[in-house]
């Protein structure tokens, strides 16, 4: 025992000595650096990926030694480039110029660097994985892959000492598996990485320009493939000059070392030029940067994006994990997650960062992008089939639509048509089925009976009489719609819908040059493709041609139309500020003349609106011309599958998880759409979330934006509820309470009872109490609260409505209050809420009361405090 101990103490003293000078990388590769200044604690599974990964061991003294004086020297011919350490994408093609004729090897590091994936992160390669035939068919999961390889990393140095790993060491820990299926699986993988990766093409002209100047090219990679599997992925994707450019390619796994290890010292002896020659260039700070500088080699580090770009694609990874529940019927809960636009981020000159640029070139540019590819592609397989093919947008929705087909076909696609879906119900009544038709559908819009007989094209006169009958009745709804069915009533109907249709019918005929045996693209945002379904059972017969939909979203209802196509399907529509960005600026169509001309409302929208709605459509369109010249330049063709979700996360990310530039860009948006009193609707209202929040804790009934202003919390509680119609009463969504005794009598009796308020919000706390008229309600606020805060006390009938507020209705005793915040001066203090009247109601009524503690009473225990509040 003593000797071992001896022992042990020696190695311990000679491993500290050795230690000293190594240190301070020790810890750099140890820690990753933020290229903006934070330092980042490596995360276990970081080094699970290609190229993704920084090894545990520093430089060895050996490694030290093979260094010589003059590797360390600038040449005379070489400018002093020791201050440069990075290198964005705009200076990829000048950066051999910076260096002069003094480097004879270009090192690259492969993956993120020259080879890109389409997905947003390499973990998301094995999700697309589990879609392989192959992994389906032995039911491999995307997480069981990530598992193995991190088993594989642990074992690994227990047998060898090395931590590099490649894929039958991987595949060896699906022990449930026979070695043949594991050997598929290693295949499907190689396969799967081919499907994914693009050659990022700066890189590939750099390539050129290096091998023009007879620099000898390398690639270096930290990575599980071999470097037969590494060169068949490049060779797929790399033009045939630039793959024999490439005279050798160095992956870890084959020399069992990383490139923060040992791998760098083994190139630069292979190269045989002194260090100083070789430059190196790849996306991992530690690894491809600090490392190789150690060692004499011109480094840089490749930032792919500015901050602001990371930021917004980290959100946009999220929202892409969570489109599942906002697609109507999902094929998978674990879906890859693509994202096909990243280097267009890289390659753009997105500074200033702009609200305009995040949501126009980020955001907006993308979904528009998919819906052209899907448009195009629609109208071409539709020519293939030999039809007579007209595109027409309905304006005013589909204007930046049409623009955006337009940039990207560079080319008129279609024609820009004034046909609305209020206009096409309306021109659609012929019989009664097709009034009741239109009424069964009610329950879909607004329930109103104002709109409903405007829509029916009634007179004002007649709207009015019809109503005040109606509301006669036990029943008024049901009455005013049979009200409706009277056959004077349907004479009118159908007499000023046969009118309306003779002039939309001149309008057609007229302006849009429709033909027998036309095939006719509506092309619109969605959702239900009410005006595509209307002019169908209206014109189809007459016109003898054929009405198709292609929606950007389209819903999953039954009573869709037939013949409709979108490129995103869902459930909902949320994303009404998208809307309001893809509209042309004019008024709504109201009519048509006798000629067939139409007949516009007046602008309601602002001019700070417009303008504003202007600069997005400006920068959605520059997206899509650089999109449209980079993936022509690099030979890059997108499934429409990863196009269409690429979208779908686009308008998900903007509609449910905004940015706080967005929701300050959008604020005061209107929609004109609407019947109040000057036709307008404002979109989201902050301020009224807030209160609003604070009267019924469930983000349910709050829009998109305003769930989003109160954290993602609510915003996503909101998403699964409307998502899953969940059963959620108030009750349920916290289970914090505030005790309040409470007194209810009258002059001859009284009882005291103990409730419980429930949290909201914010610490406020909501309570229901009975109304019973000629009963006095007192609450006992002293013996709990010293000050506390009353948000409102109202009056709400047995549906919830709100009949009163009786906030100012309190008689008090021993309290002194100061607006809202109420002081009680004992533990006798009470506040009695006074009887509103004398009326009795039919139904039951509420005291709905919403208060926030702000100082509990010293007397009660403090575990108290947590559990009560």
């Known amino acids: 025992m003593q000797h071992i101990l001896e022992r042990l103490t020696a190695k311990i003293r000679q491993t500290n000595g050795d230690q000293q000078s190594s240190d301070k990388f020790r810890l750099e590769n140890l820690l990753g650096h933020d ?17 993704a990964m920084v090894g545990g061991g520093s430089l060895t003294g050996k490694t030290t030694q093979r260094r010589k004086p003059e590797d360390c020297l600038l040449p005379s011919n070489m400018r002093d480039t020791h201050h440069r350490t990075k290198i964005n994408v705009h200076e990829i093609l000048t950066i051999l110029d910076d260096f002069g004729d003094s480097v004879k090897v270009l090192s690259l590091d492969c993956f993120d660097t020259l080879l890109w994936r389409k997905t947003a992160t390499p973990k998301d390669v094995f999700a697309v994985l589990a879609d392989n035939p192959v992994a389906r068919r032995l039911g491999i999961a995307p997480h069981q892959r990530v598992s193995a390889a991190a088993r594989a990393y642990r074992a690994k140095p227990l047998e060898n000492g090395s931590r590099e790993i490649d894929l039958g060491d991987i595949y060896r820990f699906f022990t449930s598996l026979s070695g043949e299926e594991r050997e598929l699986l290693a295949e499907a993988e190689i396969r799967t990485e081919m499907d994914v990766c693009f050659a990022f093409s700066p890189y590939v002209e750099l390539i050129r320009l290096a091998n023009a100047r007879g620099i000898k090219i390398i690639i270096v990679s930290d990575t599980y493939l071999r470097e037969d599997e590494l060169r068949r992925l490049l060779a797929r994707h790399l033009p045939e000059d630039v793959m024999q450019s490439i005279s050798k390619i160095y992956c870890s796994v084959d020399y069992g070392t990383s490139k923060s290890d040992a791998l760098f010292p083994i190139v630069i002896k292979d190269c045989g030029v002194p260090a100083s020659q070789l430059l190196h260039i790849g996306d991992n700070d530690v690894a491809d940067a600090q490392a190789p500088r150690k060692l004499g080699v011109r480094a840089l580090h490749f930032l792919q994006f500015d901050r602001e770009v990371e930021n917004f694609l980290r959100l946009q990874h999220a929202a892409s994990s969570l489109i599942v529940l906002d697609q109507a019927a999902p094929e998978s809960v674990v879906l890859p997650c ?38 195009m592609d629609e109208v071409e397989a539709l020519k293939q089939q030999g039809k007579r093919v007209k595109v027409f947008f309905l304006l005013r929705d589909a204007y930046l639509l049409s623009a955006a087909c337009e940039a990207y076909a560079r080319e008129p696609v279609g024609k820009l048509v004034r046909i609305r879906k209020f206009l096409a119900i309306a021109a659609s009544f012929k019989t009664r089925a097709d009034v009741d038709y239109y009424i069964s559908d009610i329950e879909h819009q607004v329930d109103d009976f104002h709109t409903t007989a405007k829509q029916l094209l009634l007179p004002p006169e007649v709207t009015e009489l019809l109503i005040r009958i109606a509301n006669q009745s036990a029943e008024p709804k049901t009455a005013f719609h049979q009200l409706l069915r009277d056959d004077d009533v349907l004479e009118l109907i159908f007499k000023n819908s046969s009118d309306l249709r003779a002039r939309l019918m001149r309008y057609i005929s007229k302006e849009l040059e429709v033909e027998e045996g036309d095939t006719i693209i509506l092309a619109d945002q969605g959702i239900y493709g009410r005006t595509q379904e209307y002019l169908t059972r209206t014109f189809k017969e007459e016109l003898k041609v054929e009405i198709l939909g292609r929606y950007l979203v389209g819903s999953d209802e039954p009573y869709r139309p037939a013949n409709g196509k979108a490129l995103i399907t869902t459930s909902c529509w949320k994303y009404d500020l998208f809307e309001q960005c893809c509209i042309l600026k004019e008024g709504m169509v109201v009519d048509y003349d006798l000629d067939g001309e139409p007949v516009l409302d007046e602008i309601k929208l602002s001019e700070r609106q417009y303008d504003k ?11 899509i011309n650089d999109a449209r010249l980079f993936f022509t330049k690099s030979g890059v063709t997108h499934e429409l599958s990863i196009l269409q979700r690429a979208a779908h996360a686009a308008l998900f990310r903007h509609g449910y998880m905004p940015t706080e530039a967005e929701l300050e860009y959008f604020k005061g948006f209107q929609n004109d759409k609407f019947m109040g009193p000057d036709g307008t609707k404002t979109l989201y209202d902050l301020d009224s979330a807030w209160k609003n929040v604070r009267c019924l804790p469930s983000p349910y009934r709050l829009g998109a934006f305003e769930a989003r202003s109160l954290g993602l919390d609510f915003a996503f509680s909101g998403l699964v509820q409307k998502r899953f119609q969940l059963d959620l009463r108030p009750e349920d969504m916290n289970v914090r309470f505030s005790p309040l005794k409470v007194s209810i009598g009258s002059i001859r009796e009284s009882k005291v009872f103990l409730l419980r308020a429930h949290h909201l919000h914010d610490g406020y706390f909501s309570i229901m109490l009975p109304y019973e008229s000629g009963t006095s309600l007192k609450m006992l606020l002293g013996e709990r609260y010293v000050w506390l805060q009353i948000e409102g006390i109202r009056l709400l009938d047995n549906a919830r409505r709100v009949c009163s507020d009786v906030s100012s209705s309190l008689d008090l005793e021993e309290i002194n209050r100061e607006g809202e915040i109420y002081q009680c001066l004992s533990q006798a203090s009470v506040a009695t809420i006074c009887p509103v009247d004398l009326q009795q109601f039919k139904t039951p009524h509420y005291y709905h009361v919403i208060f926030r503690p702000l100082v509990l009473r010293a007397s009660d225990p403090p575990r108290r405090l947590g559990a009560s509040q």
């Open 338 to 375: 693509y994202s096909p636009f990243r280097p267009i981020f890289s390659v753009a000159n997105l500074k200033p960062y702009s609200p305009e640029t995040l949501i126009g070139y980020m955001s907006f540019g993308p979904v528009l992008y998919a819906y052209a590819r899907f448009l």
């Open 35 to 51: 290229p903006f200044g934070e330092i980042l604690t490596r995360l276990p599974g970081d080094d699970l990926y290609p190229d």
């Open 613 to 623: 709605v202007a600069k997005v459509q400006d920068e959605c369109l520059r997206f």
